[in-house]
């Protein structure tokens, strides 16, 4: 988290020692005013079938299948929609079922990364189980959703991140753990380094989570991460994007 202007972002410690995802959903309640929050998430699918419908639709129809899935699981719907995801071998071809939505192209065609499609759900890089229990927070969270909702004159807004985008921001491939890279990669981000007694290296979801509250306060101001040219109305309320993705 970190408040407007150049000070260092700081991390927000879970109050029973690890968060849980409903421990999350709990937190954002909590907050009030003028907050933009990022999730390294997916909130969409690509535009195929069967999800075709609008977002919103479709976060209400997970969260009643998985409804009794521990956690904002979704093991349930993926059961449900079984045919649409790729979990292995079994199911063919990995590229006839790994869809990229258009956020996902574009950031493809800018060789600053090698997005993973939403319906992979096998793999260290995948995100599909991910894009799931985002799902069913932001439609338990009820909160303003970019870009599937008008954003609000005042109050809190959500939206979709990459990590890796901040840090490619910041001249960085891969991820990081160490001191003297996040710094670096902070002041590119127009913020100010750790304080003293931070540590030397990390876990690299530390590292993502403090680039991303600063990347996400550098660039909010700057028009044109809002107005990607790629984003349809049509894309805004089906499949979403990731901001950061122009």
Not at 11 to 17: I, N
Not at 45 to 55: G, I, K, Y
Not at 86 to 100: E, F, Y
Not at 208 to 230: E, K, M, N, S, Y
Request: hydrophobic share 50%; net charge neutral; proline share 7%.
């Amino acid at each position: 988290m970190c408040e407007a202007g150049h000070d260092t972002p700081r991390l927000v410690l879970p109050p029973s020692g690890v968060w849980s995802r409903a421990g999350v959903l709990d937190w954002l309640g909590g907050l009030s005013g003028d907050v933009l929050v990022g999730m390294d998430a997916g909130f969409g699918f690509a535009a195929v079938p069967p999800f075709t419908s609008q977002a919103r639709d479709l976060w209400a129809e997970i969260d009643t299948v998985a409804a009794a899935d521990p956690d904002l699981g979704g093991h349930s719907f993926i059961a449900h929609r079984r045919d649409a995801f790729w979990m292995g071998s079994a199911d063919g071809p990995r590229h006839l079922r790994a869809h990229l939505r258009v956020t996902e192209q574009v950031y493809a065609t800018s060789k600053l990364g090698v997005p993973t499609s939403n319906f992979v759900l096998l793999g260290a890089a995948q995100v599909g189980k991910a894009t799931l229990s985002a799902m069913r927070l932001l439609h338990r969270l009820q909160w303003p959703v970019w870009p599937f909702d008008p954003l609000p004159a005042a109050g809190p807004v959500i939206l979709e991140i990459y990590a890796q985008a901040f840090a490619r921001m910041g001249s960085v491939r891969g991820k990081l753990r160490d001191r003297a890279t996040l710094d670096a990669v902070l002041a590119a981000l127009g913020s100010a380094a750790m304080p003293a007694g931070f540590a030397e290296r990390f876990p690299d979801h530390i590292g993502d989570a403090l680039v991303t509250a600063a990347g996400l306060r550098f660039i909010a101001a700057q028009p044109h991460w809002w107005q990607p040219a790629a984003l349809t109305p049509a894309i805004a309320v089906t499949e979403g994007w990731t901001f950061g993705v122009a």
